[in-house]
């Protein structure tokens, strides 16, 4: 979406042809018109990011910068937006496509393919050149200023990584980011994915060994030990890069846990992964002190760096500065700690029966569930001033309705879409809400606060699937949520789901209590009509899940309930979730 402060960007560069205009006054009208105009209607899918080098005035003439309108008239509107659209239309790709740099638009799908853009730009040398990044790059167009744009954005990096490693630049973006940038980045992506077991297990920093040793130690030992580190790494069998064993042990760890992530997320959130990888750790440190190829610093935190009691805290906390001097990377003398403690993960029985003694709420207070997270902002940039010409350019009045996507049509949307379905079910994606609310899950302001093991994805096809009592199995629906939760659909949901008794024969007598009482039911039987029943159209990519509805067959029992609020950025989930009414 536009936010204000893009929309000053594109008023700071506009450029206003006429007599007898202050151009002062001009501009600050200009910001108001401009602030009244849908400029998010152009972009191909809610995630999505375009880039626009120059858009001329659609209608000259017509918009006047003197008057007293609070916004433009509803003919240039239509114009403008005609404009964009066709713009956006013809916008290059450079995700899947080469790009010569003089398109007048640039699209991305999200976020996590602009970072992977910008990290493979900068391996190519190209970043500079690029003029949709002037806008991102201010700060410079090295290194650093691209570390910071990854930092901002940890929500992004396993797909960004993902995206790197199918373009074959992975490990050559890694490799130029030192140690304490790629143990920050993974500090960063394990909080923000709420991997409570893997947290404790990532918080030691394992350093280079120094420089003035690197001569004493072969150059083969060196490839060889590294490469059979890689071998022995938790990750080999989804992460089997080759250039791997070229990376340090920070930026390995960086890389395997990242793309695990992406790859094999139900995996990366177990207790036994995240042992797997201190088993790795302390074979990659008694190896590298036997061998004097790495050093283990001792157990201190970078200043700045959160403690392992913080990692509780809310995903909004400020992550540690890059770019830490040495002098100040580490402190000089080993200092005592309280153990880690590993938050453990809630037990069914103790949920089931915090359920029990809790008193039913007439409805789920829309305060509990929360604000979705804001994202990065979705932004059309213009790099080049709006220009007014006298020639005359070819609009029309009104846009034609055929030119407006609505919800249930065929969307041109980017080519990233993962999963795009149209399901008669689907209200289980209010599924979500309801496992935040009964704090089964943690939302996005407190990613590591414990919560049961079973995938969300798998929460959400069990339930829906009791709730309905085995109707709609055909549904494209459940192959979709099997998809989502990264297993083959002969695979049943929460397979690697073994908590001790029936826990899901106890946990549903619970769930419809609290979904009879917060959607104002006399029966359960009229749950599965009120909140399941619901023609929608699913698109999902690595990074968002979009939900869109019609707003006409939105139950008002639904909407007192809290359960349509956007649950935003769900750690167990690993995307932004959003729904969409039209």
């Known amino acids: 979406m536009i936010d204000s402060l893009s929309r000053q960007n594109v008023i700071g560069r506009m450029r206003v042809a006429g007599t007898n205009v202050d151009a002062l006054s001009a501009r600050l009208r200009a910001t108001m018109l401009l602030n009244a105009v849908n400029l998010e209607a152009a972009q191909p899918s809610p995630s999505a990011i375009v880039f626009i080098r120059k858009l001329r005035d659609p209608m000259p003439g017509v918009l006047s910068l003197t008057g007293s309108a609070i916004e433009p008239p509803m003919e240039w509107k239509n114009a403008l937006d005609g404009a964009l659209r066709s713009v956006v239309a013809r916008a290059g790709r450079p995700a899947i496509e080469a790009v010569n740099g003089n398109e007048e638009a640039i699209?991305?799908?999200?976020?996590?393919?602009?970072?992977a853009c910008l990290a493979a730009d900068l391996c190519h040398g190209t970043a500079a050149t690029r003029w949709w990044w002037s806008s991102l790059l201010r700060a410079g167009k090295d290194l650093p200023a691209v570390e910071k744009i990854w930092q901002e954005s940890p929500e992004y990096i396993p797909a960004a990584l993902h995206h790197l490693s199918n373009r074959k630049v992975a490990t050559a973006f890694v490799r130029q980011i030192d140690g304490v940038v790629a143990h920050q980045f993974v500090q960063a992506i394990a909080q923000v994915f709420g991997l409570q077991w893997l947290m404790p297990a990532v918080a030691t920093r394992v350093a280079e060994i120094e420089p003035a040793q690197v001569e004493t130690i072969p150059v083969?030992?060196?490839?060889?030990?590294?490469?059979?580190?890689?071998?022995?790494?938790?990750?080999?069998?989804?992460?089997?890069?080759r250039a791997m064993h070229q990376l340090s042990f920070e930026q390995q760890r960086f890389v395997g846990v990242g793309l695990m992530i992406q790859r094999s997320p139900a995996v990366v959130r177990t207790k036994a992964f995240a042992q797997a990888v201190e088993e790795w750790q302390e074979e990659v440190v008694?190896?590298?002190?036997?061998n004097q190829q790495l050093i283990a610093t001792p157990r201190t935190r970078p200043q700045g760096m959160p403690s392992p009691q913080s990692v509780r805290q809310t995903v909004s906390s400020p992550l540690p500065e890059l770019h830490q001097s040495p002098d100040t990377a580490f402190q000089k003398e080993e200092v005592d700690e309280p153990p880690i403690q590993t938050p453990k993960p809630a037990a069914v029985d103790d949920v089931l029966a915090s359920l029990t003694t809790t008193e039913l709420p007439e409805s789920i207070p829309s305060e509990v569930i929360g604000q979705p997270l804001t994202e990065p902002p979705r932004v059309i940039v213009q790099s080049e001033p709006i220009e007014e010409t006298e020639a005359p350019v070819a609009h029309s009045s009104t846009t034609p309705a055929s030119t407006v996507p609505s919800t249930f049509e065929t969307r041109e949307l980017v080519d990233e879409t993962?999963?795009?379905?149209?399901?008669?079910?689907?209200?289980?994606?209010?599924?979500?809400?309801?496992g935040l609310y009964l704090n089964l899950y943690a939302d996005f302001t407190s990613p590591l606060e414990p919560g049961i093991e079973l995938n969300i994805w798998d929460f959400v096809a069990l339930v829906g699937d009791e709730l309905?009592?085995?109707d709609h199995a055909d549904d494209p629906i459940w192959s979709a949520l099997a998809k989502l939760a990264g297993r083959d659909e002969t695979e049943p949901p929460g397979v690697n789901f073994d908590p001790e008794g029936e826990w899901l024969s106890s946990f549903m007598p619970h769930a419809r209590a609290r979904l009879r009482s917060a959607l104002g039911l006399e029966v359960d039987d009229e749950i599965p009509a009120i909140l399941c029943r619901h023609s929608a159209l699913l698109r999902a990519t690595d990074t968002h899940v979009d939900v869109y509805f019609r707003l006409a067959d939105l139950p008002l029992a639904i909407r007192f309930a809290?359960?349509?609020?956007?649950?935003?950025?769900?750690?167990?989930a690993g995307r932004f979730i959003s729904f969409h009414f039209d």
């Not at 149209?422 to 809400?433: P, R």
């Not at 809290?562 to 167990?572: F, I």
Request: aromatic share 8%; proline share 6%; net charge negative.
């Open 107 to 115: 699209v991305f799908a999200d976020r996590g393919e602009l970072l």
């Open 220 to 241: 083969a030992a060196i490839a060889r030990s590294k490469e059979e580190l890689s071998s022995a790494a938790p990750w080999v069998a989804e992460v089997p890069e």
């Open 286 to 290: 008694a190896r590298a002190a036997a």
């Open 418 to 434: 993962i999963i795009s379905i149209k399901t008669d079910l689907g209200g289980l994606f209010y599924l979500i809400n309801l």
């Open 468 to 470: 309905l009592e085995g």
């Open 562 to 572: 809290g359960l349509d609020r956007d649950p935003g950025w769900v750690p167990a």
